[in-house]
């Protein structure tokens, strides 16, 4: 059982999100086991959410159980996890979300800053870094790299050197993003670039910064610098509703009230109008009631492991 309480435990179970419901995390699942690997051992979710933290759960819940199987269908576990995040609120959320789900006891959840120095317990004027002295069989990095222009801007270049210190020789770290929406696309497509246009200039002209993404291929480059070796990227179409469409014009309208004018908010409020009935005309008549346009993508990577002669394997 994830909770004490059937009635807890049956709202957790039904939370709970396994790689054969969902594309991304069930890459990252398959690339283990055909690696040869039984389990992620423990498990380190450097940029959490509720999403993730979900997915962990049921990996959790197979360490618990001693679920088995056999080849792909053997399920995966972890024996303990690590998660991150720079934002008070959402360590709340988490910590909520990891108390329903019954796992606050195989694991922590951290509030840090992966490009920031903390006090220490030690002497005076002692720092160490988010982490200190911890390594982890397997890491993930779940929309972090987009994310961190918020929290710490430009550190990007630098975030998978830092995660790396933190990762065991023969770990492997899992990368998630998103590919850069284009500026202009064709046909309907065209649409959700308008869109992620008006909902950024909405979060710039309130006061606060926007996203960034990152393609595969930058991704790929700085994993190598950082000494570790790309396995493999996956590629997943994306196909956008009109709900996913209107989650993303409602981030836009969220910052309406902190324009610095209300005529200019008011008349942003109208674009956004606009747009959201474009979106369900668009939607409408496409034969799927979706718009295609760019990708979500899993770049697996690996810690070369060492010899006795504390020398990578590839360099012997």
């Given at each position: 059982?994830?909770a004490?309480?059937?009635?807890k435990?049956?709202?957790?179970?039904?939370?709970?999100?396994?790689?054969s419901?969902?594309a991304?995390?069930?890459?990252?699942?398959r690339?283990?086991?055909?690696?040869?690997?039984?389990?992620?051992?423990?498990?380190?979710?450097?940029?959490?959410?509720?999403?993730?933290?979900r997915?962990i759960?049921?990996?959790?819940?197979?360490?618990?159980?001693?679920?088995?199987?056999?080849?792909e269908?053997?399920?995966?576990?972890?024996?303990?996890?690590?998660?991150?995040?720079?934002?008070?609120?959402?360590?709340k959320?988490?910590?909520?979300?990891?108390?329903?789900?019954?796992?606050?006891?195989?694991?922590?959840?951290l509030?840090?800053?992966?490009a920031?120095?903390?006090?220490?317990?030690?002497?005076?004027?002692?720092k160490?870094?988010?982490?200190h002295?911890?390594?982890?069989?397997?890491?993930?990095?779940?929309?972090?790299?987009?994310?961190?222009?918020?929290?710490?801007?430009?550190?990007?270049?630098?975030?998978?050197?830092?995660?790396?210190?933190?990762?065991?020789?023969?770990?492997?770290?899992?990368?998630?993003?998103l590919?850069?929406?284009?500026?202009?696309?064709?046909?309907?497509?065209?649409?959700?670039?308008?869109?992620?246009?008006?909902?950024?200039?909405?979060?710039k002209?309130?006061?606060?910064?926007?996203?960034?993404?990152?393609?595969?291929?930058?991704?790929?480059?700085?994993?190598?610098?950082?000494?570790?070796e790309?396995?493999?990227?996956?590629?997943?179409?994306?196909?956008?509703?009109?709900?996913?469409?209107l989650?993303?014009?409602?981030?836009?309208?969220?910052?309406?009230?902190?324009?610095?004018?209300?005529?200019?908010?008011?008349?942003?409020?109208?674009?956004?109008?606009e747009?959201?009935?474009?979106?369900?005309?668009?939607?409408?008549?496409s034969?799927t009631?979706?718009?295609?346009?760019?990708?979500?993508?899993?770049?697996?990577?690996?810690?070369?492991?060492?010899?006795a002669?504390?020398?990578?394997?590839?360099?012997?």
């Amino acid at each position: 059982m994830f909770a004490s309480s059937s009635t807890k435990g049956g709202s957790a179970k039904s939370k709970i999100v396994r790689g054969s419901d969902d594309a991304l995390f069930g890459c990252v699942e398959r690339n283990h086991l055909i690696s040869g690997r039984t389990t992620f051992g423990e498990f380190l979710d450097a940029g959490t959410g509720s999403h993730s933290l979900r997915w962990i759960a049921s990996l959790l819940h197979n360490e618990r159980t001693g679920a088995e199987g056999e080849g792909e269908d053997k399920p995966l576990s972890v024996s303990r996890f690590a998660a991150v995040t720079a934002d008070e609120n959402m360590r709340k959320k988490v910590l909520a979300e990891a108390e329903e789900l019954g796992i606050e006891d195989m694991g922590e959840i951290l509030i840090g800053n992966w490009a920031a120095e903390v006090e220490g317990d030690g002497e005076v004027g002692e720092k160490t870094e988010l982490c200190h002295g911890q390594q982890y069989d397997t890491i993930l990095a779940d929309y972090l790299v987009g994310a961190i222009d918020g929290f710490a801007p430009y550190f990007q270049d630098q975030v998978f050197s830092r995660l790396a210190r933190h990762l065991r020789p023969g770990g492997r770290m899992y990368v998630v993003g998103l590919n850069p929406i284009p500026d202009k696309a064709p046909g309907d497509a065209d649409l959700f670039c308008r869109v992620t246009r008006l909902r950024d200039a909405c979060i710039k002209l309130a006061g606060h910064r926007c996203y960034r993404e990152y393609p595969p291929a930058w991704i790929e480059r700085h994993l190598r610098l950082a000494g570790l070796e790309v396995v493999e990227t996956s590629r997943f179409p994306i196909m956008y509703s009109h709900a996913t469409i209107l989650r993303q014009l409602n981030v836009a309208r969220s910052k309406l009230p902190l324009f610095p004018s209300k005529g200019l908010a008011t008349e942003m409020g109208k674009q956004i109008d606009e747009l959201e009935k474009e979106s369900r005309a668009a939607t409408d008549r496409s034969s799927t009631g979706r718009i295609k346009l760019g990708f979500d993508y899993v770049v697996t990577a690996e810690m070369p492991a060492k010899n006795a002669n504390g020398n990578s394997k590839e360099s012997t």
